[in-house]
């Protein structure tokens, strides 16, 4: 049941954040070129492992001298995806995108 009210949460994170970004006019984005890649800690449910990740690209991209906190918004970044594998302690997710800014 955890997983399933998370994966819920998640898909309604994604989409408030979507139409939000469709709700600003003239609010072009700038992507970079550069893919940002982070790996989350395994977690026993696949849903928790991407939240992990993200965090960590998310965290990784704020960092970035080339980036900052602009560009770390991942419901904007281009091409954003997930690549999970088994692992020891259950799955382990890696973020991957192309940070945008407003």
Known sequence: MRATGSATRLKLAVVAGTAFALAMPGAALTCSEETVQARGEPSRFETVAKLKARGNWRAHVRAHPKFG????NW??????????ADAKGGTACTAIARPCRH
């Open 69 to 72: 906190p602009d560009y770390a």
């Open 75 to 84: 419901s904007i970044a281009a091409s954003a995806d997930y690549s999970c």
